[in-house]
Antibody
Framework: EVQLLESGGGLVQPGGSLRLSCAASGFTFSTYDMSWVRQAPGKGLEWVTG????????YYADSVKGRFTISKDSSKDMLYLQMNTLRGDDTALYYC?????????WGQGTTVTVSS | DVVMTQSPLSLPVTLGQPASISCRSSQSLVYSDGNTYLNWFQQRPGQSPRRLIYKVSNRDSGVPDRFSGSGSGTDFTLKISRVEAEDVGIYYC?????????FGQGTKVEIK
């Protein structure tokens, strides 16, 4: 069964950092693009970042560019999101999803709360 | 960034009746490879999003055939031929032709 399981969320102060993880299983992780998508409380979906399964090229939404970094470790079937200089508007449920063209599989999400 | 505009934002529907959601993009979604990367997602209350349709009109495995997608260029539509109770939720279009990827605001489907 294809699965994605996010972890690493929590409460962090403004200006702080957090690293999210996404464990993939049931498919050949190394060959797939991957994305992070977030959803602020009561709001819609926002694509945050994606990484190519081929050359590892990364792309970011303007709202996180320069603060967030996506990475993959194909030896561990893991996707990561390093989040620095966190702000209140980064508070959201963060999903990892398979793909950057289709987003056909989603995890259950991990919650990030940025507050003092 | 490509702006995706959905309408309506709220859609009350009678069980068994059809429903239609429009999604318009601020730029053409035709990619250089000839494909149009327009997806539709369903998010039921308390659940993760689920993809229903990819590349405008291709239904995902397990998606009931009452769901259909159509459109081209900048104008797209998701149709539900006969709404059932399990279709309640928020529907999002998402373009994956241009970087960064962008979602529509979402359309909330509820039963009258």
């Amino acid at each position: 069964e294809v699965q994605l399981l996010e972890s690493g969320g929590g409460l962090v102060q403004p200006g702080g950092s957090l690293r999210l993880s996404c464990a993939a299983s049931g498919f050949t992780f190394s060959t797939y693009d991957m994305s992070w998508v977030r959803q602020a409380p009561g709001k819609g979906l926002e694509w945050v970042t994606g990484i190519s399964g081929g050359d590892g090229s990364a792309y970011y939404a303007d709202s996180v560019k320069g603060r967030f970094t996506i990475s993959k470790d194909s030896s561990k079937d893991m996707l990561y999101l390093q989040m620095n200089t966190l702000r209140g508007d980064d508070t959201a449920l963060y999903y990892c999803a398979r793909g950057t063209y289709g987003l056909d599989v989603w995890g259950q999400g991990t919650t990030v709360t940025v507050s003092s | 960034d490509v702006v995706m505009t959905q309408s309506p934002l709220s859609l009350p529907v009678t069980l068994g009746q059809p429903a239609s959601i429009s999604c318009r993009s601020s730029q053409s979604l035709v990619y250089s490879d000839g494909n149009t990367y327009l997806n539709w997602f369903q998010q039921r209350p308390g659940q993760s999003p689920r993809r229903l349709i990819y590349k405008v009109s291709n239904r995902d495995s397990g998606v009931p055939d009452r769901f259909s997608g159509s459109g081209s260029g900048t104008d797209f539509t998701l149709k539900i031929s006969r709404v059932e109770a399990e279709d309640v939720g928020i529907y999002y279009c998402m373009q994956a032709t241009h970087w960064p990827r962008t979602f529509g605001q979402g359309t909330k489907v509820e039963i009258k």
